[in-house]
């Protein structure tokens, strides 16, 4: 079973700049997540989606930041104009079911694409 | 929202040795969760314990869950290099959607 797919794996910008990530989560799972961590914390959500609605995105910061998953199935996460500490690295993350704490709930993770921000 | 938190932060040990972290939380829960990050991956489910569960095994990880002290612990037994990476925890309460988690615990098994 093929895992989840994100890119770029890295990617080095200039402050105001734009830049977008791309995740394909696990076939299957109707649920995916965007994860901002930055160095030294925990994976902090910015947002999850059920197939193509969003469920939670109450810590994206929509001025700069959006995401999208126009077809239930792979999901852009973009940020424009980029700040010095949106330097993360970033996390998609799906799992096959909306409630997780009535089930095994396990989040599959993608292994992050890494963003500077000079 | 509910989010564990690891202690002790840093952990540095000797290949063999064992490996304890604890996790604390705040309310209830129907589970918690534990997830491993090697520097530069994604986070990787661990194990999962269940409220009405008091301890559960899995190879050389064993997890305790004490919902009167709303605390958890990860036993690595006989820990090896490979052991060296991050660990989190994850409570879940009724309806959790999705998991927070706090800063971890960085573990360094030395060889």
């Known amino acids: 079973e093929a895992g989840v797919a994100q890119s770029p794996r890295y990617k080095i910008i200039e402050k105001r700049q734009s830049v977008a990530f791309w995740c394909n989560p696990i076939?299957?799972?109707?649920?995916l997540y965007w994860y901002q961590q930055i160095l030294g914390q925990g994976p902090k959500l910015l947002i999850q989606?059920?197939?193509?609605?969003?469920?939670?995105d109450s810590q994206l910061p929509k001025d700069r930041f959006s995401a999208e998953r126009l077809k239930g199935v792979d999901s852009t996460l973009k940020i424009q104009p980029a700040k010095l500490e949106d330097s993360a690295v970033y996390l998609c993350?799906?799992?096959?079911?909306?409630?997780?704490?009535?089930?095994?709930?396990?989040?599959?993770f993608g292994e992050g694409s890494r963003l500077t921000v000079l | 929202s509910q989010q564990g938190e690891e202690d002790p932060q840093a952990l540095s040990i000797q290949e063999g040795e064992n490996a304890t972290m604890n996790c604390s939380y705040k309310?209830?829960?129907?589970?918690l969760q534990w997830y491993r990050q090697n520097s530069g991956r994604g986070l990787v489910h661990l194990i999962l314990?269940?409220?009405?569960?008091r301890e559960k095994h899995s190879g050389r990880l064993r997890v305790t869950l004490d919902t009167s002290k709303k605390s958890s612990s990860l036993l690595i037994t006989a820990s090896r290099a490979a052991d060296t990476a991050s660990y989190f925890c994850?409570?879940?309460?009724?309806?959790?959607?999705?998991?927070?988690f706090g800063s971890g615990t960085r573990l360094q098994v030395q060889p």
């Open positions: 994850a409570p879940m309460d009724t309806g959790r959607r999705a998991l927070t």
């Open positions: 993350a799906s799992s096959s079911t909306l409630i997780l704490a009535a089930s095994t709930g396990e989040l599959f």
């Open positions: 989606f059920q197939n193509n609605g969003v469920v939670d």
């Open positions: 076939s299957g799972h109707a649920t």
């Open positions: 309310t209830s829960i129907n589970n």
């Open positions: 314990i269940r409220s009405n569960e």
